[in-house]
């Protein structure tokens, strides 16, 4: 699966998001670093995500496994 990185260049230098996943955005003085930061949000977006669905669970009988998507 790829996702859609987005920037825009503003006074301050880059903002970025993902098109695909709400909640990840960044900033970055130059385009290098904020597609470095970008990649950061993703990743503490879905460790968040995480953290919030396991913490919601309640003793669900759960079955968890690898979702791979085809491009």
Known sequence: ????????????????????????????????EARENLKEAVELVLEANRQLARESENGADLIREPLALAE
């Not at 790829?2 to 970055?28: D, H, M, S």
């Open 1 to 32: 699966m790829t996702l859609t990185a987005v920037f825009q260049k503003v006074p301050e230098g880059y903002i970025g998001y993902v098109e695909e996943l709400p909640g990840a955005n960044t900033q970055g003085a130059t385009l290098d």
